[in-house]
């Protein structure tokens, strides 16, 4: 009796008829989620729940807004707010990806529900409030599965998981920014393979250019230059690199795109590493990067 019932479980394993529930399809089809550092570099954890602070890390990282990070004061308009999650949450607020619960207050361990995280989404892919969707949740929901990243059978207040996260993040990659032939996953800057962070390729802005280029290292670290190609560069971002990716500052831009960066590190041995930079547009991309000699 028990030869034939291994015989038979042995079969019915085999057989691509049967179905089973596997805890790691999800995993499998989703894995590049995880290798690009989308939902973080820690444990898998599908069924564990996604708290609103991870969510909103999730968005700057889909944006490609990472590296402002490192630019975030520990300061934060919320008072329940502290910790690793402050700069994300700052970025994601004021990028308007995400939301407050209330006045000073985000709520940053709450639960998140399919259509909070479907709108988060969308926001990121370009679709705004007032504009693509008024009403919460029916507009919001009807969005989603128009334009293909929601799931018919997934209901909007069911509470999500890591699984359901990143099913939900692989198919927006995919997907076209609004008004735009390029798909979210171009703003990828940075891919997270075996614990390494390497730089994507990113499409220069052709309309966009640096003239008046002045770089000094003889008696004082002096970088300024102008942007030219569109009328407002209000939030574009300037950084200085060592040649290693050792950011040494930073600049966020005005309207006329004129920016100087001054009293850098031009020690003997930053000098010999090498400087370099890289200009960001509004939305995270890398439109112009060079070596400074």
Known sequence: MK????????????????????????????????????MGQGSIDLDKKISREELATIAVRLKGLEYLKD?????????????????YINIAYDMKLVNAVKKDFFNPNGKVSYGELLTVLMRVLGYENGVDFKKYPEDYYSKALEIGLGNLYIPHDEVVTRGIAATTINKALDLKMKNSDKELSSLQLNYYIDGNVTKKDSVVESEVYLKELSFSTTILGVFSGV?????????????????????????????????????FDISTLSKL?????????????????????
């Open 3 to 38: 030869r034939t019932l291994s015989i038979l479980l042995i079969i019915i394993l085999l057989l691509p008829s049967f179905s089973f529930a596997n805890p790691y399809e999800e995993l499998t089809q989703n894995i590049r989620v995880f290798q690009m550092g989308i």
């Open 71 to 87: 630019f975030q004061k520990q300061s934060t308009p919320f008072k329940d707010v502290k910790g690793w999650s402050v700069p």
């Open 227 to 263: 942007l030219v190609g569109v009328n407002d560069f209000s939030r574009y971002k300037v950084v200085l690199l060592s040649k290693s990716g050792k950011v040494l500052d930073s600049k966020v831009l005005g309207i006329n795109g004129s920016f100087s960066i001054e009293n």
């Open 273 to 293: 590493q090498g400087y370099k930079y890289e200009i960001y547009s509004p939305n995270g991309s890398l439109i112009l990067w060079d070596d400074l000699d």
